[in-house]
């Protein structure tokens, strides 16, 4: 296992029975010791005390107005268990505890109960509660308990696991309620506390900043997160996140992390959307969304170079779905996104959030970037599917042309492409092995010029200049890959 490697986890505590009633939780029900801890020293006032600058905030008046509209989320169930179960939750598959917990419940098959716990908001009086997807996944029995004590079973409205978002209701009147914010008034710095129950400990606070706005995560959602360094652990998925206005501005969802644990970086799904799915859940059970059609990918320096924009920014299209608004309405892999109806994309990541807003018929007017000119195409908007975000590892400047040896497409592999042409990389060396481009890739065109053949390739590298933008064919996907000539 690489021991480097981040680990993208979620923040609720799923709880797996074992043997003797002990649960493979990730952490302990009580505090640990902190092995080798350094003692601390007292400083002197004087270089202990900031003497300039902003006082830190008092965030105790936020929890007093609003601890008591976040609730405990807990949660029943039951799966298959034996020999072949799982390991512990949120460790690699290859993690030497995976093995020993596996041995540890190995037996007979049979049902295994399972618990989880995370957070959760009231948003209504009348007891509409907000939380994750992933809280509640698979639960055959949901309990909410709010903070005088009271516990209620709660009825699961919907779950939309594409947002990660959940709504519940509880049979409760009167309740306190969490006041609504604006994510968008947000700035990068802005303080923030998130209320939730870590490890089961009800109603603890924590605070932090806001990191960034509008994160793409690797894990192909199309949410744009609010990154924080609040301190969020397992219990915590599903609570709010509030401005220093007392305001939700988000859901904490996910962390960051090489150990399972809190690591200094969190995620919070962004409010204004999570009460978008809230709305049609509660009222419909299900989620409707727009959607274009597209695979898509980030415009890195190299790309912008490529395709003659003067700075990295936009979407570019690297595949468009048959017979879907973006192919009726004209849309052409290796356009760049640059707008949507008047709304710039600086990142990909917007793109998809910004038209699953959208209501199936409505227009989406964009500005595309085509052959060195910008022009605007108007799509209808679909019903949603997820948008894809393809990825690659980014470029290595290296000396020389390409350096692939390639062949023209068989029988059968001219009749998958649908005409679509192209040429099937052998071997690769040089700066396209440094770009990521593979055997067995189907190059299909070199700076939006579609290839026919193995010397129209070489002319086309031949001619171009220091860096092109090579569109390939890898499995089912399609995507963009920016080669450093030299």
Known sequence: MNANKLKLGVAAAAVAAAVGGAYATGYAQAPAPVANAATPVALPISAAAPTTGAQLPDMSGIVARNGAAVVNISVSGSRKAGAETEGVPQLDEDHPLNEFFRRYRGGPRGEAPVRGMGSGFIVSADGMVLTNAHVVDGADEVTVKLTDKREFKAKVLGADKTSDVAVLKIDA???PTVKIGNPAQTRVGDWVLA??????FDNSASAGIISANSRNLP?????????????????NSGGPLFNMAGEVIGINSQIYSRSGGYQGISFAIPIDLAMRVQQQLATTGKVQRGRLGVSIQEVNQTLADAFGL???GGALVGQIEKDSPAAKAGLEPGDVILAINGREIASSGELPA????????????????????ARQIDVPVGQFQDEKVASAEAPQAAKGRLGVVVRPLNADEQRRSEGAGGVVVQDVAGAAAKAGIKPGDVVLSVNGERITGTEQLRDLVNKAGKRIAVLVERGNSRIFIPVELG
């Open 173 to 175: 009147k009167d309740l």
């Open 195 to 200: 209320i939730g129950s870590p490890f089961g």
């Open 219 to 235: 894990d192909g959602s199309y949410v744009p997160f609010i990154q924080t360094d609040v301190a969020v652990n397992p219990g």
């Open 310 to 312: 003067k700075k990295p």
């Open 354 to 373: 910004i038209v699953s807003a959208m209501k199936p018929g409505e227009m989406a007017k964009l500005q595309v970037w085509r052959s060195g000119a």
